[in-house]
């Protein structure tokens, strides 16, 4: 932090403040524990398309080469350009 300008600190110092203040859902950490708020946060399902990916390929792939990592692409761009 010693070549950090005073921005960089502050801004370094901002992140530190709401990562101790933020849940890991994204919701204060002030109302996550107020027992006034009892029922109003329900949980929804959402999917992971990363997550998916990933297990679709050892789905389909269930003894891989030795080695064999994953990276997840995402083809949007590769499909658009294959549409021109």
């Known amino acids: 932090m010693k ?12 992140l530190e403040i709401l990562e101790a203040t933020t849940s890991e859902h994204g919701h204060s950490v002030a109302d996550i524990y107020n ?16 997550a998916a990916a990933i297990e679709r390929w050892e789905k389909d792939n269930p003894k891989p080469e030795l080695g064999v990592r994953l990276r997840v692409v995402d083809t949007r761009t590769e499909r658009a350009a294959e549409g021109d």
């Open 35 to 50: 027992d006034d708020l009892d029922g109003w946060f329900e949980a929804r399902p959402i999917i992971n398309q990363e």
């Open 3 to 14: 070549d950090w300008s005073p921005r960089d600190r502050a801004l370094a110092e901002g």
